[in-house]
């Protein structure tokens, strides 16, 4: 198996299974030409995202890490009417490329993008004693991932989901000899959902457009 097989598949299944949606494919043109990495989720990650949080009936939704707002534009789509979706972004570029393609898309009335670091956002968000919230996706810095993990265990409710991006990666976490950053930093993760009785989850391995990686499913009871 191939990276080019890979994609191909990933092409295939959303040529057929996703409805077309231009302004997604907007968003990633839109979000190239300002030189973003391209390192948002793919699409078929994007729509699992969109059904996961329609699956729960998810109102207020925080993710942490926008980009140019593609995973927010599948996450805003999920919403109902009156939801909302806060979406937390330190790079000003990114934050005024998602808030753009976020408009564009027409889901700008649901989607606030709020700049700054994400740990001192998210403590701001404690401190005005922010509504406790019924998805989140985490897919920022990945060192902080347990940091951000632990916030949202304090800011969501029993039936809650909270889905953390790359947390396999190039697949090192079960090697005892890779101690780099990444690897450290979802180990801890793995630690604190180990140890945290008020949640239960699991990681899927995955492979497609954006390589071999996984993600974290979690579930807060
Ligand atoms: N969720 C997006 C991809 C996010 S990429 C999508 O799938 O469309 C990771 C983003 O996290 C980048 O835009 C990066 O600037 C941002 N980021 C990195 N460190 C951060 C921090 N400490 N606080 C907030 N955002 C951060
Ligand atoms: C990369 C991929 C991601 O999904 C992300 O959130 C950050 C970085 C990467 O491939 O480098
Ligand atoms: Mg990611």
New binding site residues.
């Given amino acids: 198996m191939s990276q080019e097989q890979w994609s191909e598949v990933d092409d295939y299944l959303t040529s057929l299974l996703h409805d077309p949606d231009a302004s997604l494919d907007r968003a990633n043109e839109a979000a190239l030409a300002a030189r973003l990495p391209p390192?948002?989720?793919s699409a078929p990650l994007?729509k699992l995202l969109h059904l996961m949080a329609k699956m729960i009936g998810a109102r207020r939704i925080l993710?942490?890490?926008?980009?140019?707002?593609?995973?927010?534009t599948w996450l805003g789509r999920a919403l109902p009417p009156e939801g909302k979706l806060l979406t937390?972004?330190?790079?000003p570029t990114?934050a005024e490329v998602a808030r753009k393609n976020i408009d564009a898309a027409g889901v700008g009335n649901s989607v606030e993008v709020r700049l700054?670091?994400?740990?001192d956002t998210l403590a701001a968000l404690a401190t005005e004693g922010v509504e406790p919230f019924d998805f989140v996706?985490i897919?920022?810095?990945k060192p902080?991932n347990a940091d951000y993990f632990a916030w949202a265990l304090d800011h969501t409710h029993a039936g809650s989901v909270i889905v953390v991006?790359n947390t396999v990666q190039a697949g090192t976490v079960a090697d005892p000899s890779a101690t780099d950053d990444q690897t450290l930093g979802v180990r801890r993760l793995f630690d604190l959902i180990r140890d945290e009785p008020r949640v239960t989850a699991t990681t899927i391995q995955t492979v497609g457009t954006k390589g071999y990686d996984g993600f974290t499913v979690a579930l807060v009871l």
């Fill in positions: 390192i948002q989720v994007g993710e942490v890490g926008t980009l140019g707002g593609y995973s927010a937390l972004e330190i790079d990114h700054g670091r994400a740990i996706f897919d920022a810095d902080s991006d």
